[in-house]
């Protein structure tokens, strides 16, 4: 079974500084998507970043970006140039592929992440 | 686009009553729905899985006679509480998927109050 780690229950950041959240995964799969959400206060969940596993190169969405170390099982996520409005609860998923469909998402437990002014 | 809503946004129900939560895909059709439940301050739990047409896919520990899914078209997938009690109190969220796009549209979110 797939598992989603996140070590940092909380963190916080300057306002206009760089953080760095981490994710470590365990499968024994080849074919999976890893994923970013964030969760602000009203609880919708947003998508933040996503990472095909065969791809090397690491996914960017502005400032946010991801370390993926597949052998390593690692995907961590670098949000720079923080802003008040990235308060949040993030959340590292796993998203196992079986042929042509899809599985469903894995969650870590989330890092609450909180921005100073 | 890929909006998904959820109705209602809040319920607050007497302990023994049942109670629908819808989720509908606005703008796509959803191959796959899939429903969690989270507790405060806590991550998301799979639930069930849905496809159209289909009976739905339950996690181990869900209680299958207690948490009724419906996926009756490809926009509309309902969820419901059969004699709710307070420890069903949660906040239940819904996403939706379409076939190769790999990833899961999420809705709001509902709060249930059981009293």
């Known amino acids: 079974a797939q598992t989603v780690t996140q070590s940092q229950p909380e963190m916080s950041v300057q306002e206009a500084e760089t953080v760095t959240l981490s994710c470590t995964y365990d499968t024994s799969e080849n074919n999976y998507y890893l994923f970013w959400y964030k969760q602000p206060p009203s609880r919708q969940m947003i998508l933040v970043i996503r990472?095909?596993?065969?791809?090397?190169q690491n996914a960017t969405e502005n400032r946010f970006s991801v370390n993926f170390q597949k052998a390593a099982k690692s995907f961590s996520l670098k949000i720079s140039d923080s802003q008040l409005g990235d308060t949040a609860m993030y959340f590292c998923?796993?998203?196992?592929?079986?042929?042509?469909?899809?599985?469903?998402?894995?969650f870590g437990k989330g890092t609450k992440l909180s921005v100073k002014p | 686009g890929a909006v998904v809503s959820q109705h209602p946004s809040w319920v607050i129900c007497k302990s023994g009553t049942s109670v629908k939560i819808e989720c509908r895909s606005l703008d796509f059709q959803a191959t796959t729905m899939f429903w969690y439940r989270q507790f405060p301050k806590q991550s998301l739990m799979l639930m069930a899985t849905?496809?159209?047409?289909?009976?739905?896919?339950?996690e181990q520990g869900v209680e299958k006679d207690k948490f009724l899914i419906n996926h009756a078209s490809l926009t509309l997938s309902t969820l419901t509480v059969t004699s709710a009690h307070p420890e069903d109190s949660s906040f239940y969220i819904c996403?939706?998927?379409?076939?190769?796009?790999?990833?899961?549209?999420f809705g709001p979110g509902t709060r249930l109050t059981v009293l």
């Open positions: 849905s496809n159209e047409g289909s009976k739905a896919t339950y």
């Open positions: 998923a796993f998203m196992k592929l079986y042929g042509g469909s899809q599985g469903n998402l894995i």
């Open positions: 990472q095909e596993a065969y791809k090397q």
């Open positions: 996403s939706a998927s379409r076939d190769s796009v790999w990833r899961e549209y």
